[in-house]
């Protein structure tokens, strides 16, 4: 059974930092590509950043310059730096994986950007 559990989120002034980290099991991570979406009050789930097994990344305009995706095969663990953090970075952040045939979600982890 495919499994995602997304942590690091919370509450952070503007101009902050927080470290997202989502752990898998159930898969064969390193085939997989990772993703993190966010979801604001009464908008659409969008993309934030994609890593490809083979490494290749993908930015959101909004967030270039900002946030890092990385992965650690070794680990079955995907995370986003967040840096420079917005008040519009304020979301549920969820964690995906990405087969040929099939995304699955986490549960997502509440980050809150506000002074």
């Known amino acids: 059974q495919v499994q995602l559990v997304e942590s690091g989120g919370g509450l952070v002034q503007p101009g902050g930092s927080l470290r997202l980290s989502c752990a898998a099991s159930?898969?064969?991570?390193?085939?997989?590509?990772m993703a993190w979406y966010r979801q604001a009050p009464g908008k659409q789930r969008e993309l934030v950043a994609r890593?490809?097994?083979?490494?290749?990344?993908n930015y959101a305009d909004s967030v270039k310059g900002r946030f890092t995706i990385s992965r650690d095969n070794a680990k079955n663990t995907v995370y986003l730096q967040m840096n420079s953090l917005k008040p519009e970075d304020t979301a549920v952040y969820y964690c995906?994986?990405?087969?040929?045939?099939?995304?699955?979600w986490g549960q997502g982890t509440q980050v809150t950007v506000s002074s």
């Open positions: 159930g898969i064969i991570f390193r085939a997989y590509t």
């Open positions: 995906s994986a990405d087969s040929s045939i099939l995304r699955t």
């Open positions: 890593i490809s097994n083979g490494g290749s990344i």
